[in-house]
């Protein structure tokens, strides 16, 4: 139905302005309110009869008050001022006394041609701005929390908790806009807070504060003291003046003027401080004050799991290189090298271990082997065997030891799950022309022997794995080993290494690397087997075996 314009003009303009649900209020040029809409009641809980004829200025809090005499509106009389023509927020007086924060939009009313100009006018428009306000402080919230978990991601990607620590400042700055920051650790030692590190935005410097991280604070000393002895961050928004802040000199000359402090916690135990500096004075909203609280308590928890793990890493570490040999020996006329990687579980002892050793009538006995699985068991399977293999070396007999190995494994079986154990044994002399060798394989991948003319060949007749049966019957095979020849020794952590598609790397491609003339000697023969190893993984979603090698060559 076509909206009748000739009836809505004959509609007095005060019915109109009755009828919005927004509150209205008219105020002559004196500032003296002339009109105000029914919605005012429901704003600001006042009759509109009775506004008529006060001044529009007792509506505002008397923080803001200039004056009594109506006239501190001056966009009435003068038709200029900042609330002219645009929407503030700002605070007014509800009638029962509380302030009611509002979206104030101010135009002015111009009178008809020909009247005087005292009869200038001014409309106010009042909308509640509480929802508003709650959306904003939602929205903000929402950006700390962003932050924060920005935060997290650039830790969860660390290797160690030093390493999560110093990108912990960069990404609160950028997420926060803060200019600087500092990091303030608890020293096990002396139990005081020493610098851990200084962060500043770009195109920011602050030499002065930079020349203060000699300083160390104890509870209660300066920003960082107070908040470790009170757990829970700490603003300071005038850092030149406040007699908490004992860097004032440091801030005035570096023109940093506020600052913001928040505990880093594992549990109670406060593991540091770091502290957000801005250029600018600015307010820092409860808001932040909260989700730097929360931040601080993730993030304690985050870099102590950091700390617990690369305690584990360095335990298994240490575990795994008593589980190898410190060094290789020198066997006269033989080249050794070895190469060791432990697989996806970095803070887990992995499986595989490899051995050299002199037997008493000058012949050498070499050792590979590889455990099922990994962890405490595995590497107790795993020192078992390698002890135990080197109890039996005397018989001078490859099947002997491993018919050893397979008895104290047997015997060492619990009720858990089955671990076995694949292992390849030879023991190492000289021979008419050359070296030889008597070789013995429990169910482990067959040595490789590359002879000086590049051919490459598997050796052994492999029996079943160490630890399942008793009855394992174990045999020698003896192969010549002519000068130029290499002999490589393997865990199946090589050709079953994956590449991102899953495709293993697979022993006809390790004989074919072996082929190439740079591992006609152990040590290129090592270095290559790794290298290729490596490149198949890398990048690989599927977790990487632990893997040994060992090659020995007779040198041409």
Known sequence: MPMDLGRLSAVPAEHLLDALPDAVVVADVQGR???????????L?????????RPLTRALPARFQSGVDGRALRPVSTGQGELLGRTTQLPVLHAAGHEVTVDLTVARLEPFPGAAPEERSVVCVLR?????????RQLQVSRYLTA??????????????DVAFQRLLPTLCTELDWDAAVLWEADEHSGRLVHAGTWTARDVEVPALRGETRRTFGRGEGLPGLVRQQRAPVVIEDLWSDPRFLRQEAARSDDVRTGVAFPVL??????????????PRRIVPPELIEVLAHAGRQIGQFLDRLRAASEIRSLAETLQRSLLPSHLPDIPGVELAAHYRAGGGASLVGGDTYDVMPLPDGRWMALIADVCGTGAEAAALTALTRHTARAASAAGCPAAVLAAVNTALLREQGAGPLRFVTAACLVLESGPDGRRIGISIAGHPSPLLRTSDGEVRALGRPAAPLG????????????????????LLYTDGVTEARDGAGEQFGEDTLQRLLEDESCAE??????AVAAAVEEQVAGSRHEADDMALLALTVPA
């Open 33 to 43: 309110v002339t009109y105000a809409n029914p919605a005012i009641r429901t704003l």
């Open 45 to 53: 809980g006042h009759d509109p009869a009775e506004l008529i004829g």
């Open 128 to 136: 509640d701005a509480s929802t508003t306000i709650l959306l904003e």
């Open 148 to 161: 924060t978990l920005r935060v997290t991601a650039a830790l969860t990607e660390a290797a160690d908790a």
């Open 266 to 279: 594992r549990g109670e135990t406060v593991l540091g401080v770091c502290e957000l500096f801005s250029r």
């Open 468 to 487: 399942v049966d008793a009855d394992t019957v174990f045999t020698d095979h003896t192969v010549e080993l002519p000068p130029g020849s290499t002999l």
């Open 522 to 527: 152990a040590e290129g023969a090592v270095a």
